[in-house]
């Protein structure tokens, strides 16, 4: 079972329900093996795994980081190189004026001036520089950010801009684009996992709302999207679950560990 976090596990308040963690507790007696696969960092997905008592693998950073939720340790890093970063900035910078840049490491976040977006859990971990792709700290995401700008018309011009180079997608932040290495998405990530696992696709059942959920969903044997989904989603994904509110993921687990 594969889960993205924000708008599919958790509920609108950023819980996980009493009956959703008794339906992932069922799927774990029955054998399933759950995977968190998220655009989080792993500092901010280990008390999520406290609440809803799952232990194992969570692929984070939209699949720049496999990080073992037993140990707190990251296993695996798909960093985007120093200087192709600094060239999509550039690109970027011509396609969407005004945009600003973040970095984050996967143990904190470097923002550049200009980039004043701040969520109230990483400014512990937040530090300010003068140019975030310079420091020597690894890319795990490339965080682009405009309030001037609609994140699905940022997105649009974005993907046309970078052609390629670089993997960019979003999860519903306002004008807040998040962009990875070439290659590196949650289900590439997820598909290596199941392959070293000996789990076929077809033995996944995955959970997602958002555009930078569509390639798990499609990878998956069985892709439910949420009903609370973004409009991308519910036009590709034909399996449908409840909102996030309304306990989607338990809704399916309990049919299938019935």
């Known amino acids: 079972m594969a ?21 992932l507790r069922r799927a774990r007696e029955a054998g399933a093996d759950i995977v968190f696969v998220t655009a989080r960092p792993p500092r901010s997905v280990d008390p999520i795994a406290a609440m809803a008592d799952v232990t194992g693998t969570a692929v984070c950073s939209n699949g720049a980081i496999v990080y073992d939720l037993d140990t707190r340790e990251v296993t695996s890093t798909y960093a ?38 701040r969520v109230l859990p990483d400014l512990p971990y937040t530090r300010e520089v003068l140019v975030a792709c310079d420091e ?18 940022m997105f649009t011009a ?34 290596g996992l199941c392959a070293e696992r ?31 989904a973004h409009h991308m989603v519910m036009a590709a994904v034909e399996r449908r679950t409840l909102s996030n509110d309304d306990h989607g993921v338990a809704a399916v687990l309990e049919r299938l560990y019935a």
């Open 198 to 228: 000996g789990v076929d696709p077809a033995e996944v059942v995955a959970f997602g709302d958002m555009p930078n959920d569509l390639a798990v969903l499609a990878f998956a044997g069985a892709g439910y999207a949420m009903a609370n």
């Open 158 to 191: 974005a993907v046309a801009a970078v052609d390629g180079e670089a993997e960019v997608t979003h999860s519903g932040g306002t004008g807040l684009l998040e962009i990875s290495a070439p290659g590196v998405t949650k289900a590439g990530t997820l598909a």
């Open 136 to 153: 020597d700290e690894p890319i795990v995401k490339l965080l682009a950010w405009s309030p001037a700008h609609a994140v699905d018309e």
């Open 80 to 117: 985007l190189d120093p200087a192709a970063a600094r060239k999509l900035t550039e690109t970027l910078r011509e396609a969407l004026p005004g945009v600003a840049f973040a970095v984050e490491t996967g143990r904190q976040i470097l923002v550049e001036p200009g980039y004043t977006r």
């Open 3 to 23: 889960t993205d976090l924000d708008g599919t596990l958790l509920d609108s308040t950023g819980t996980v329900s009493a009956r959703t963690r008794r339906a």
